[in-house]
């Protein structure tokens, strides 16, 4: 019996640094992944590779989870930010 093959399709991407992507996709297999892509550029030939250590989200809820963490991530981030900009004052 052959193990069937795990498939991905990506649904977003977002770049973080020069070089790096967060992939999101979805799994055949159910849930969602996380992945971080390099990109190397030669030239004018552009190789994407994907880090080990994708993580697994198990539903949208999980997703929802996570964008919830990245905003509240940010919005303290910009009080921080507002706060040291006050004391320049």
């Given amino acids: 019996m052959a193990k069937s093959k795990i498939e991905y399709r990506e649904l977003s991407r977002a770049k973080v640094t020069d070089s790096r992507n ?4 979805s799994c055949s297999k159910g849930g969602f992944t996380i992945a971080q892509q390099l990109e190397a550029k030669e030239n004018d030939k552009t ?20 964008r919830d963490a990245v ?16 004391w320049d004052e």
């Fill in 47 to 66: 190789t994407s590779v994907f880090m080990k250590g994708a993580f697994h989200v198990e539903d949208i809820h999980g997703l929802y989870n996570l």
């Fill in 22 to 25: 967060i992939v999101v996709s």
């Fill in 71 to 86: 905003n509240l991530a940010i919005k303290i981030s910009e009080e921080n930010s507002a706060d040291n900009e006050a």
